[in-house]
């Protein structure tokens, strides 16, 4: 099997498997509980967080646990819509997120309030000064994706954040579900971070909300008592110590592996790069995890079939938006309607083998010929 889909999902380090069944097998109790049991699972759960905390470079108190990126992007995003809608019910955001954002401002839409979107230049960044010009007086949120799932466009955080300090009334939350654990960034002006632990070889089924302590929102789902009064329910114990092993995993090999998967991303490319029926869709400002390109003519359908015969796994659009007929991501990145209609994405990771590419690649220059023969006999 040859997996290139690791941004829809990753599969899950053994050690982390391990530390989530010895968890889950030595502390049985109820973290709420005060007997002993309780008492020893909440002090796992403690140091988990901690652990987190420190990793992320913020207070443990501001770390909330939800069953995924999809819910961290729900309670970020209606948690503060429905606390301040009194203040203003607009809210910017970008043509790049991820449909646990689209659908969430969708519904938020349906119910009065007033969505933007951000202008992006021709690498696919939004553009700093259309941000300010969109920004009113009832602003209360700003939701960017730090990195798109499609694409792979990394956006410029530090800088929107740097813009929206001066405005302490809006909220700028970044669904960082791509970029944890492959690349930094200087999270001191986002308020609210969310992401996912299948992302980074976790767990799936866990994910967190990071929300800055001074920032109070609604919690979306109300109940027992938990980590935190932003999440009700009883504390996974074993997937909240997983995910602080997966995180510090890949927190501990960030650098090593932004090079060695950077490195597989140039040499797939050179070798795509002068096939007439292949546009990349990716660009510089592409994390080297995600290699998006078009084969003209072909349904990417076909072509992600055609290829999952010889074993070969890789995506077209994300998993979560593959009904839609064309990408819209990539139509944002490149205006261009026939390379969003037969985009595929490829996505990468420090699992990946260079062997894997060259099969991969070869595999992917006779398909092409097949199909498009087939497309001419019809
Ligand atoms: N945001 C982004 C950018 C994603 O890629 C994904 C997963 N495809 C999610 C959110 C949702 O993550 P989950 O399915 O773990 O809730």
Do not use: W
Not at 39 to 45: A, G, Q, T, Y
Not at 78 to 107: D, F, W
Not at 239 to 251: H, Q, Y
Request: proline letters at 2%.
């Amino acid at each position: 099997m040859i997996y290139l889909d690791y941004s829809a999902t990753t599969p899950v380090n053994n050690e982390v498997l391990d530390t989530f069944v010895k968890a889950t097998n030595a502390y049985i109790g109820n973290p709420n509980s005060l007997h002993k049991l309780g008492v020893e699972s909440k002090k796992l759960i403690d140091a988990s967080t901690e652990q987190i905390s420190k990793l992320l470079n913020v207070s443990s108190k501001e770390i909330i646990y939800t069953s995924g990126a999809t819910e961290a992007n729900n309670a970020a995003i209606l948690g503060v819509c429905y606390r301040y809608s009194n203040r203003g019910k607009h809210i910017i955001t970008t043509k790049l997120e991820h449909s646990s954002i689209t659908a969430t401002l969708q519904y938020l839409q349906n119910h009065g309030y007033d969505i933007d979107f951000l202008e992006t230049d021709s690498t696919g960044r939004v553009d700093l000064d259309n941000l300010k010009s969109l920004i009113r007086d009832d602003t209360i949120l700003v939701t960017v994706a730090s990195v798109n799932s499609e694409v792979g466009v990394i956006q410029p955080i530090e800088e929107i954040g740097n813009i929206l300090k001066d405005y302490p009334k809006i909220y700028f939350h970044s669904d960082m579900t791509q970029s944890i654990g492959k690349i930094n960034f200087n999270i001191e002006n986002v308020d609210m971070i969310s992401f996912s632990a299948q992302k980074i070889y976790g767990l799936k089924g866990i994910g967190c909300l990071i929300k800055k302590e001074n920032i109070v929102i609604d919690p979306i789902i109300h109940g027992g008592k938990s980590t935190t009064i932003y999440r009700s329910g009883t504390p996974a114990v074993g997937l909240i110590v997983s995910v602080s092993k997966a995180l510090r995993l890949v927190m501990e090999n960030l650098d090593e592996n932004y090079e060695y998967v950077y490195s597989l991303n140039k040499y797939l490319k050179d070798k795509l790069k002068d096939n007439k029926d292949i546009h990349i869709n990716s660009n510089e400002y592409s994390i080297p995890h995600i290699l998006n390109i078009s084969i003209m003519g072909i349904k990417p359908e076909t072509m992600l079939h055609a290829l999952e015969e010889e074993d070969i796994y890789i995506s077209t659009q994300t998993a979560c938006a593959s009904k839609a007929t064309s990408s819209l991501a990539v139509y944002e990145l490149t205006k261009n309607l026939e390379y969003s209609k037969y985009s595929i994405r490829i996505s990468l990771s420090h699992l990946t083998k260079r062997e894997e590419l060259d099969t991969f690649y070869n595999v992917l220059i006779k398909k092409i010929e097949e199909l498009k023969s087939l497309n001419e006999s019809r």
